[in-house]
């Protein structure tokens, strides 16, 4: 069993805790430890029933600055589950879901907790163990509000004393453990399918667990019973030697509850039994004090005060402030007046020497922007950055590409902006789930002379700085009849390309010429696009779009068409993903 510092919800974890358990005739204390990350017991001692005094010098007297406290058994719910396996965290956050689940709903949040324990669970999964405490009943309290006196249910330091046994054959050998206490019971029994817990009165719970292992037992006069490795385990912990099941039935629950609160247990052995009482900051005891209706009132009569004379006090400071530095700048001509000239001449200096060496963001992301090669029918991905890391002299790009050609086009791009001084050659590896991935890193140049006017978009418009001078009196009619038909065409017609750029000649463009040259699609419907393949579906998707935005269209058919366009588009992503 692992001891740490600091337990799984982040508080820190004392090495030394005192547990206390209540007996017919008493209440037993067992102070344990876990210095240097071995457990150890320090002190196992019977103090009177109701002698917060008689704990409090246990504790003292062996330095432990926590106490815990078993919970009475008939006064608590515990459930016990199989998780699947996977993180701590994950697993810790499923159990603190079904603690909240199913619990009842009238337990409150402070009565509550649950743990991981340390038990293995079925089919090599984690197992967990939640518990409430039920019923309004608020015991005496041993330690003042500042300490840290918390509660933990009988259930739970019975799984920790199973715990003690290390390397367990759990198939062939399984643990066990019954506690009684005032007329009720509890039991657990855990081998490889995992921890199971029962709790009731004393004949049921001795019943119940002879079902859950015929070879457990619960015989008349005992307190606490434990199987064989267990019992030899934790009497091997008693502070003397030789000690027999009278010591077992009197310390080993508080033991189970001491070693429960020195490991990660979480929030089952941190129960409490009132709400915390919390130490008010300023502004909180502010917020409390306005629950009192007569200091509410002088509050927002001053407040109103300070409403109508804070306007009168800002004017006056104002008026104030301005005849100092009147006053000041006034003093200052003279011998000292060419010194304040000089030195807002240098602060100018400066501020223009700062503009220039810092860094445009925003030109150095259009510039790379406008670099990136367009996909085309054959490799659609383009180029995608994914990152970009800008600093006063460097600019580093990393991101996927369709290609290794793809990469090296946007490379030479990229030194044509003028913007990089040196554009090395980019760090080029084929990944088998993402595909192709670089990293180029740039050096950056002048500013001032690498981002160049935008120029005349009539004369040079989008279109033609995309895709090249192929784009230049591109014949916009033939588009439509490139993919031929949505449903009887099974590769798409081929587009021209503008040069080695990688970039493709089609557009969106739509004028009346067109619509007189190309016929009215077909309706689908949903069962014919089922059966498209990905290179169909695309096809149909672009003419059923363009021809959904025509003039000559009725607006039945163009609603029809837009039905065709909604459940293409849901198909090619249903394609793509698989």
């Known amino acids: 069993m692992q001891f740490t510092a600091e337990n799984g919800a982040g508080r820190q974890t004392p090495t030394r805790v005192a547990a206390l358990c209540a007996t017919d005739d008493g209440w037993s204390v067992v102070v344990a430890s876990s210095e240097s990350g071995a457990l150890r017991v320090l002190a196992a001692e019977r103090v009177g029933k109701n002698d917060p005094d008689g704990v409090r010098r246990v504790m003292s007297k062996h330095g432990a600055s926590r106490l815990v406290r078993v919970i009475p058994i008939d006064e608590a719910i515990v459930r016990c589950v199989n998780l699947p396996a996977g993180t701590e965290a994950s697993a810790r956050d499923a159990i603190a879901l079904l603690a909240e ?121 005992r307190k606490v019973a434990l199987d064989a490795l267990t019992t030899e385990a934790v009497r091997a912990l008693a502070p003397t030697s030789g000690v027999g099941s009278e010591w077992t039935d009197r310390f080993a629950l508080a033991l189970g509850a001491a070693i429960g609160a020195l490991s990660s247990a979480e929030s089952l052995f941190r129960v409490l039994a009132e709400p915390p009482r919390y130490h008010y900051t300023v502004p909180q005891r502010l917020a409390v004090g306005l629950t009192n209706q007569r200091r509410a009132r002088a509050l927002i009569a001053l407040g109103l005060l300070l409403i109508l004379a804070a306007p009168v006090a800002l004017i006056y400071a104002r008026h104030e402030t301005i005849n100092i530095k009147l006053q000041r700048a006034q003093d200052a001509i003279g011998a000292e007046g060419q010194a304040e000239v000089d030195e807002l001449g240098r602060n100018a200096e400066f501020a223009t020497e700062l503009r220039k060496r810092s860094v445009p963001i925003a030109k150095i992301l259009g510039a790379v922007a406008d670099a990136m090669p367009v996909g085309d029918e054959e490799n659609p991905l383009g180029v995608q950055v994914e990152r970009i890391d800008i600093t006063s002299e460097r600019v580093q790009l990393s991101g996927e590409a369709a290609s290794r050609r793809i990469v090296i086009d946007f490379t030479n791009r990229l030194k044509d902006l003028g913007l990089f001084s040196s554009v090395p050659p980019a760090d080029v590896k084929d990944d088998s789930s993402r595909g192709t991935t670089f990293t180029i890193n740039a050096r950056l140049g002048s500013f001032e002379r690498a981002i160049k006017p935008t120029g005349d978009f009539i004369e040079n418009p989008f279109a033609l700085r995309l895709h090249g001078e192929d784009a230049r009196g591109y014949d916009y009619a033939s588009v439509s009849t490139m993919q031929g038909t949505a449903a009887g065409s099974t590769q798409p017609a081929s587009s021209s390309r503008a040069g080695s750029s990688g970039r493709t000649a089609r557009f969106d463009g739509d004028d009346g010429s067109r619509n007189q040259a190309d016929p009215i699609p077909e309706v689908l419907g949903k069962d014919k696009i089922a059966a498209m393949n990905f290179e169909q579906a695309r096809a149909a998707f672009t003419e059923r779009r363009r021809a959904a935005s025509r003039s000559d269209i009725d607006e039945e058919t163009k609603k029809l068409l837009a039905e065709d366009v909604d459940m293409l588009r849901d198909h090619l992503r249903a394609v793509r993903g698989n």
């Open 101 to 221: 689940a199913q619990l009842p709903a009238n337990i409150e949040p402070h009565r509550r907790g649950a743990a991981l324990l340390p038990l293995p669970g079925a089919d090599e999964g984690r197992s967990g163990l939640f518990a409430g405490w039920v019923g309004d009943n608020v015991p005496v309290q041993i330690l003042s509000d500042d300490d840290d006196e918390t509660w933990a249910p009988a259930s739970g330091a019975l799984a920790w004393l199973l715990a003690t046994v290390p390397d367990r054959p759990w198939s062939r050998d399984p643990a066990w453990g019954v506690a009684t206490q005032s007329g009720s019971a509890c039991a657990i029994v855990c081998d490889d399918g995992g921890p199971r817990v029962r709790s009731g009165r004393i004949g049921d719970a001795s019943q119940a667990v002879s079902e859950m292992y015929p070879g457990a037992s619960l015989d008349a006069g």
